[in-house]
């Protein structure tokens, strides 16, 4: 397969003319025939190997996002989706199908791409999309976009300003010819962008949560071969579509609850797409540190390389199927956050074109003793889960304590911006109420007012 045709023929042809034959035509032909087709073959193999988290890793990770989502959040959701999260584990094999042109938003990309040995290379501060931190169609990107049309203006004032600018794009280049009406099941469907974007939004958060995704250096891992109880694998093809399907049953839904909501509270102080280049960082961290690290062998002029094929281990098996395991679990947890996240903004602004108000999803105290009655408790509005409470798993108990402080703390700043936009309307209260007036004054006294006046007078004289 690594000779072109044209070369297999050549070849064939000095062969003949050695034994004195002509070389025969319809042999040459077919064997033109079956190496294009071997070709075709291997082409469409590593296709369906480019493709991320495979059906049964985004199913997972969309099973542990809706099981985190209850009562009526879950009912948002399907309803904004037209779709149960779970069920739009292979939206990305339909959409690359159908637009191969998308296939570039599932994987990281920066100009220079970065490689595990620079220094610093796992920090993600410096990503922006201005197209060399990350390039407008790639994940990061596509990720920021797509929330772009969910979020309200005014509630994102709520989080802290990113140290680092997102520089959200306004378009994305390859959707140019992409209908954003098109949910994938042959139904005809007007104004359905909505539902468009949020199906992309949760299957690229899942990408976003396989490490390989991050890192471009040895094509995602396409060019590392491996060999693992007596099968040979590509590492991108192991990590997609091999380890999904030896993880275990999930935790209890109870479980899951209570790991989300101690996790819930050291996210949600930060706007998601600021969360995505920092989730983003720790992914690149456990593609350097967890998965090639184990694999590079030192030699002893200074050089690393990787044995072609590697040789899996046993051990190693296992920290990857754990490591694949927290991974999908976080991304799911991830992905309902966001998921609320967005269901907040679109109450702020269903508020807002209503011309009425709302609080953010933070009351005015926090004690904690009533904090889960206060904040996310039933029958409130609010979609701000409350923190894990004490006594339970040692992780939880451990991080409730820092749970409330940083509620605390997330009150403090929010009474601060407010004392803020106070003093910020009393002086365009100053300047504005003062002019209003001199008009209302200066107009009682127009012409036509003058006018009016003195014909007034000048009857009373007669």
């Known amino acids: 397969l690594a000779c072109s045709p044209e070369t297999f023929s050549e070849k064939r042809a000095k062969a003949c003319e050695k034994r004195g034959t002509e070389p025969p035509a319809r042999a040459n032909q077919d064997e033109m025939v079956a190496i294009r087709m071997l070709r075709w073959l291997t082409l469409c193999l590593s296709f369906l190997d480019a493709l991320a988290w495979g059906p049964a890793g985004h199913e997972r990770l969309n099973d542990v996002a809706q099981r985190l989502l209850h009562g009526k959040h879950r009912d948002q959701i399907r309803t904004m989706m037209h779709s ?12 690359t199908k159908k637009y191969p042109e998308t296939g570039v938003l599932h994987w990281h990309h920066q100009k220079p791409e970065w490689t595990c040995g620079q220094r610093d290379a796992q920090k993600t501060d410096h990503i922006r999309c201005d197209g060399h931190g990350a390039e407008n169609g790639s994940l990061f990107c596509g990720l920021a976009f797509f929330f772009e049309h969910f979020a309200d203006e005014m509630l994102l004032k709520e989080y802290p300003a990113p140290k680092t600018p997102i520089d959200t794009p306004r378009t994305i280049k390859v959707f140019a010819k992409v209908n954003v009406d098109d949910l994938g099941d042959e139904t005809h469907r007007t104004k359905q962008r909505a539902a468009f974007y949020l199906r992309w939004l949760g299957t690229l958060l899942g990408d976003l949560h396989q490490p390989l995704h991050w890192l471009a250096e040895k094509n995602f891992g396409e060019e590392v071969k491996i060999s693992f109880r007596g099968g040979d694998y590509t590492l991108l093809q192991f990590w997609e579509e091999y380890l999904p399907k030896q993880l275990p049953e999930l935790p209890m839904i109870s479980i899951l609850d209570l790991e989300y909501k ?9 706007s998601p797409p600021e969360l995505f280049r920092q989730w983003g960082g720790e992914m690149s961290d456990k593609v ?9 062998v030192n030699h002893g002029d200074g050089s690393r390389s990787i044995d072609s094929p590697f040789v899996l281990t046993e051990e190693l098996f296992s920290k990857w199927l754990k490591l694949a395991e927290l991974v999908i679990q976080e991304g799911g947890e991830r992905l309902a956050l966001v998921f609320l996240d967005i269901i907040e903004h679109r109450r702020h602004k269903a508020a807002k074109d209503e011309g009425r108000g709302l609080l953010p999803p933070l009351l005015d105290k926090i004690p ?17 889960p409350a923190p894990a409470a004490e006594g339970g798993s040692s992780k939880s108990a451990s991080s409730a304590a820092a749970q409330i402080r940083m509620l605390h703390g997330l009150h403090r700043a929010r009474r601060k911006r407010a004392w803020r936009n106070l003093m910020t309307n009393f002086f365009i209260a100053a300047i504005v109420v003062p002019l209003l007036l001199f008009g209302l004054h200066a107009h009682s006294r127009s012409p036509g007012n003058i006018l009016s006046f003195m014909q007034k007078n000048h009857l009373r004289l007669n």
């Open 84 to 95: 149960d999260v779970v069920n739009i584990a292979n939206w990305e094999s339909v959409m």
């Open 262 to 270: 101690a996790q819930y509270h050291e996210w949600g102080h930060r």
């Open 288 to 296: 350097c540190n967890e998965i090639y690290g184990p694999m590079y």
């Open 368 to 384: 904690a003793a009533s904090v889960a009655a206060t904040v996310g408790g039933a029958g409130t509005p609010y979609t701000v």
